[in-house]
Structure formats: C-alpha cells, structure tokens
C-alpha cells in the first residue's frame, strides 16, 4: 500500500532510504544491541506504522491478533 508508512527503531547498518519499494522478506538492515533499560526484553525490534498518518496495529498488518 502506497500510503503506508512504516518506522523501524534499534536498527544498524541500514540497507534500505526513504521512499524506497521493498519486498517481503528483504533485510531492511540489523537489529542493533538492546539498551540497558530494555535487556530483560532480549533483542528486538520497534515497528510503527501509520496509514495517512493514523497509526496502523502493526500485528494487523501482519496477520496476527495478539502478541505471543
């Protein structure tokens, strides 16, 4: 959808740059180590999303109904 917009934060050696069309299942870059405050969480990811710009459920977009 051409009106989505998506944010990815903790991410290091970005391999994509705004505006660009991506695929499902391209790397859009590596998960960079968790911060002190986060540790207990592991290595993880941060998704928004906004569709203009009201923000989307991320695990809408994805299919899923709840966090596991």
């Known amino acids: 959808a051409a009106d989505l917009i998506s944010t990815y934060r903790g991410l ?4 994509v740059v705004a505006g660009q069309a991506v695929t499902a299942g ?3 870059g590596a998960v960079a180590e968790t911060i002190d405050a986060e540790e207990a969480l592991g290595t993880h990811l941060h998704v928004e999303a ?5 923000p989307v459920d991320v695990l809408e ?3 899923e109904s709840e966090i596991e």
Do not use: H, K, N
């Open 26 to 28: 391209e790397a859009l």
């Open 50 to 54: 906004a569709r203009a710009g009201t």
């Open 12 to 15: 290091t050696d970005v391999r």
């Open 61 to 63: 977009l994805l299919g």
